[in-house]
């Protein structure tokens, strides 16, 4: 892997059956492998965020810790305890400022917006997700953010996944899209407030022609950088 350069993403997204026309904001777009280039440096730059804020299993209000651990970087971050979800500007740990976002994770966002049709996508938060095999998350919307006309941007580092992409309500169908190193999906306009979630981390991951269960990049995890415009 070689690290960001500006003209070094593929001129376009390889074809996905779930691609959709720029400018429609209906559905969910998969832009396969639109971070590939820049993996190297969005993981550097994993373990500097992670420097000023460390991985945590938060709980969630019913009081359960979730089996994703996370942090955050960008002017605000995304956190639950017992009391609710909520962004704070500080990590309530240390009562520290997250990292500041980090000028690779903001351009490939920004892109990634645009390629999916959403023009001047400026994310002032990014959740970062790490998933070891078991770990997953449940259905939900994302809906603490004060702006719902701006979209979610969501890359995958690392061991794959399946994404599941529901509807409008809860009970609606859920589609399983499998989501692979480098992989980018974008969801805004009329699908901003979709139900989605990640099914358990498979045990038995691909071995990528080395040790079963690891990825060449990430080891033994899967790392999700989820953008939001959320202030
Ligand atoms: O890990 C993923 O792909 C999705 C993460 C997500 O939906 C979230 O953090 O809200
Ligand atoms: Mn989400």
Not at 14 to 34: A, C, E, M
Not at 133 to 158: C, K, T, W, Y
Not at 198 to 227: C, D, E, S, W, Y
Request: hydrophobic share 40%.
């Amino acid at each position: 892997m070689t690290g960001l350069r500006a003209d070094s993403y593929p001129p376009s997204p390889r074809p996905s059956p779930t691609k959709r026309g720029r400018g429609s904001k209906d559905d969910i777009v998969v832009l396969s492998g639109l971070a590939e280039s820049a993996a190297a440096e969005l993981l550097r730059e994993i373990e500097r965020v992670a420097a000023v804020a460390p991985f945590r299993n938060m709980v969630v209000p019913g009081g359960h810790s979730m089996s994703v651990a996370m942090t955050n970087c960008g002017r605000l971050g995304w956190v639950t305890d017992r009391s609710g979800y909520r962004y704070t500007e500080r990590d309530p740990l240390s009562g520290r400022a997250w990292a500041a976002m980090p000028r690779a994770f903001g351009e490939l966002a920004t892109r990634a917006a645009a390629e999916a049709g959403f023009g001047e996508f400026a994310p002032d938060a990014c959740l970062v997700n790490r998933y070891e095999p078991g770990a997953r998350m449940g259905l939900h919307q994302d809906r603490n953010e004060a702006d719902f006309g701006q979209p979610i941007v969501s890359v995958s580092l690392g061991l794959p996944a399946t994404f599941l992409w529901g509807g409008a309500k809860r009970r609606d169908p859920v589609r399983r899209l499998p989501l692979r190193h480098g992989d980018v999906v974008v969801w805004g306009g009329a699908a901003r407030l979709r139900f989605h979630g990640v099914a358990p981390l498979g045990r038995q991951a691909p071995t990528f022609g080395g040790t079963p269960g690891m990825h060449p990049a990430t080891g033994g995890f899967r790392f999700n950088l989820t953008f939001r415009r959320a202030g």
